[in-house]
């Protein structure tokens, strides 16, 4: 079974779209016959994926350090929670576990998981597809730093094009299984 892990706020942001956008993005996962591997909160947009996922019938696995168990509330009705002793642990069960990544809206903690799997694909420490859902330009002005550091000459246009980005949950994970068949 192709496992995608997704990247998303632990919080449910502004607009109702954001929860909404969450909420497709698990049940499309598991209607294509995927497995959803994300970061085990039962808060925010990550609460909501992974139920969506679990209504559809699919296959859940959170992870999540202990230190975070009682602070992001551990979801409970997972297929698999495994708990983890650090950030570090976290990010990498969940990059082994995986074989696309999709990061959704969020903040500090969700960029930080998507430069870090970017990074290591291009350091070639894995091969696996990664991209952003760009719903409603979230995060065009993202996409806009990146072009300018690659216009100023600090990652070259290779690296860049790693990056996918799709402005829909559908359109991304057709990319993800796309590239994930030919790897």
């Known amino acids: 079974m192709i496992s995608i892990c997704v990247y998303l706020g632990s919080r449910d942001g502004q607009d109702a779209r954001w929860a ?18 994300y970061g085990g909160g039962r808060a925010g947009l990550m609460g909501r994926c992974a139920d969506a996922a679990l209504e559809a019938g699919g296959e859940v696995i959170g992870v999540i350090p202990e230190h975070l168990v009682s602070r992001e509330v551990a979801h409970t009705g997972l ?14 069960r969940m990059a082994d576990l995986a074989d696309g990544f999709m990061t959704l809206p969020g903040g500090i903690g969700t960029l930080e998981e998507l430069f870090e799997t970017w990074t290591w694909r291009y350091l070639q420490l894995h091969g696996k597809p990664l991209g952003l859902v760009n719903d409603n330009d979230f995060f065009t002005p993202l996409l806009d730093f990146i072009n300018n550091a690659t216009q100023a000459g600090f990652l070259d246009a290779t690296t860049n094009r790693m990056l996918l980005a799709e402005p829909t949950p559908e359109a991304l994970l057709d990319k993800l299984l796309t590239a994930h068949h030919h790897h």
């Not at 909404?20 to 591997?37: D, F, N, P, S, W």
């Not at 297929?79 to 990498?92: C, G, I, P, Q, S």
Request: with cysteine; charged share 35%.
């Open 79 to 92: 297929t698999r929670l495994d708990r983890v002793a650090n950030m570090h642990e976290r990010k990498a």
């Open 20 to 37: 909404a956008l969450a909420e497709r993005t698990g049940r499309l996962i598991a209607e294509q016959g995927c497995r959803l591997v």
